[in-house]
């Protein structure tokens, strides 16, 4: 028979295992799994907010992983995907804004918020707990 310390912990430590968590959602750029953007989070605790991440992604050329801001763990993450004039894509998180390119697989935050993003191309959020990439309505040519 078990010891009802033991039994106590081990349901604390289930408790405790039960808020960590990790999602991603990816844009495929033309398509290309080898051409992309991906957004990762992790939550270590059930009390933390996520750990957010940007993988930036062009195979065989380069593939890094660039820091965001943490976000909330409250259910309304959001991060707005733009591509740039310049060629590049722009993200927006909360009252900050990103810049980064598949080239180099470069990546900065900017300073001051661009004055232009360009062309709205989706949203990383929420929908029914789990990261989704949810494309624009208003593309060009769709």
């Known amino acids: 028979m078990k010891s009802p310390t033991r039994l106590v912990f081990s349901c604390l430590l289930a408790l405790l295992l039960t808020g960590c968590d990790a999602d ?21 605790w059930p009390w933390s907010d996520w750990e957010v991440s940007l993988v ?36 927006h998180q909360g009252k ?21 993003p360009g062309l709205p191309l989706g949203t990383f959020d929420e929908k029914d707990g789990s990261l989704k990439f949810r494309a624009a309505v208003n593309k060009p040519g769709a």
Not at 24 to 35: E, Q
Not at 96 to 116: M, S
């Open 56 to 91: 930036v992604t062009r195979l065989p050329e380069c593939m890094r992983r660039h820091r965001l801001k943490n976000a909330p763990a409250d259910g309304n993450f959001k991060l707005e995907l733009y591509e740039s004039l310049e060629g590049g894509f722009i993200l």
């Open 96 to 116: 900050r804004w990103y810049v980064t390119e598949t080239g180099k697989c470069a990546f900065q935050a900017f300073k001051e918020p661009p004055p232009e």
């Open 24 to 44: 991603s959602a990816s844009y495929l750029i033309d398509g290309n799994r080898d051409h992309s953007l991906s957004v990762l989070r992790d939550k270590p």
